[in-house]
């Protein structure tokens, strides 16, 4: 019975929960080239491996100068390198420069993104390093014999919350020039 639970609790907080939008250039060998327009978004950087997710979630539950509550929204980015590890939450499209509340935490930077293309493949289940390395590897293969340029280090998004056990969605994103 619990189980059951946590898995309808898993549909109605994804169904609640607003996606960062992204239009579909492209499909080909398993993967997709997209476009994603400009978007707030709240960061938190690392050199000594902390994720920042608590310190991000503070800020969205109105830890900011404004005090404002901001809802949870999805994908979670995540960017790993040998010297920083960065989070950062993407921001409902109702904020934009004006209006997004800055945060009381120095550590967190908020920021409008690019608008940027993508080329991105998906996964299912637990996101890892292995997984992470084997999606980023394919993803790469596809776009050298594609002969796409890869414009910087890929991106880890992460859809559904720790408790979602069953069709969970990540993806890797590498970014790219595109015409």
Do not use: W
Request: net charge neutral; proline share 4%; hydrophobic share 35%.
């Amino acid at each position: 019975m619990r189980i059951i639970f946590f898995i309808l609790l898993s549909f109605y907080t994804m169904a609640q929960t607003e996606t960062q939008s992204y239009e579909v250039l492209k499909n080909f060998s398993g993967c997709e080239i997209r476009f994603y327009p400009p978007v707030m978004m709240a960061k938190y950087s690392s050199d000594n491996g902390r994720s920042g997710f608590g310190k991000l979630f503070k800020y969205i539950s109105g830890n900011n100068d404004g005090e404002t509550k901001i809802s949870m929204t999805t994908p979670v980015h995540m960017e790993k390198s040998e010297s920083e590890n960065s989070m950062a939450f993407v921001l409902p499209k109702s904020f934009n420069k004006e209006n997004t509340p800055k945060p009381n935490d120095a550590s967190l930077v908020v920021y409008e993104s690019d608008s940027s293309h993508y080329a991105a493949i998906e996964y299912s289940g637990y996101t890892d390093e292995v997984k992470e390395k084997e999606n980023t590897d394919k993803l790469m293969k596809i776009l050298n014999e594609q002969n796409i340029k890869i414009l910087g280090d890929s991106k880890i998004l992460v859809y559904n919350s720790p408790y979602k056990i069953v069709f969970r969605r990540n993806e890797i994103l590498i970014p790219i020039s595109y015409n």
